[in-house]
């Protein structure tokens, strides 16, 4: 008999109270790993700031190191989407602005998510790399085959795409990670609705000005 999972055959309600209550743990723990890392943050402390017993909280992720991993895939997942939308039928004009709109949008409201996986990388991914060799990898390959596909059209300049996805994910998630000093310099964040677009505006036309091939002077 295949043993049950915490929300296996229970009734709906039952199970979105149970989906609720993981996902107010991996809230907890996000906020905590985030501040002082995986050795730091104690699992006390993360069923204190959930609302619910550490026993509860062994129930839905039986070690620390489980529940960490399982903070860092939903994180992936959130980072990742924005790239599985990126498609070969549209301009690569229109799929890169939407594309940075986006990942900015999320260094804003997920500025804990962005600064926990850099510490993840940071360290070498030591808890990630398996995933990182699969899942990201294989994407990364999907959707570089788009960028050479619109290069082969001719509607985007020769570039490598690997550089390309390093170059997008490095400058829009500078905006989360280094938050304190862009504060510091502007004095403002991406909180602020025109600082925002001024973002999203310039990354775009910095990016695209070195990417899309200029008419030809009559």
């Known amino acids: ?54 026993t509860n909280l062994l129930y839905y992720f039986p070690s620390k190191e489980k529940l960490y991993i399982s903070v860092l895939q939903q994180i992936l997942n959130t980072w990742l989407e924005p790239i599985r939308a990126i498609d070969a039928d549209q301009s690569p004009e229109a799929a890169i602005n939407h594309y940075i709109r986006i990942k900015v949008k999320l260094s804003r409201d997920h500025v804990q998510a962005s600064r926990l996986f850099c510490l993840e990388m940071i360290q070498g991914a030591p808890l990630l790399k398996e995933e990182l060799h699969s899942d990201l990898r294989a994407l990364v390959e999907e959707k570089s085959k788009v960028i050479e596909g619109w290069i082969a059209h001719g509607s985007l300049l020769p570039v490598d795409p690997h550089h390309l996805l390093y ?31 001024a973002t999203v505006d310039n990354i775009q036309r910095i990016v695209l000005g070195g990417l899309l091939p200029r008419p030809k002077e009559s």
């Open 167 to 197: 170059l997008l994910w490095g400058t829009t998630q500078h905006y989360a990670d280094f938050a304190v000093q862009i504060e510091a310099i502007s004095g403002k964040t991406l909180a602020d609705p025109e600082f925002f677009e």
């Open 1 to 54: 008999m295949t043993p049950l999972t915490p929300s296996a055959a229970a009734p709906p309600g039952r199970a979105a109270a149970s989906e609720a209550r993981k996902q107010r743990i991996r809230d907890a723990a996000l906020s905590l790993f985030s501040q002082f890392g995986l050795r730091g943050a104690s699992l006390d402390a993360i069923a204190d700031q959930a609302g619910v017993s550490k």
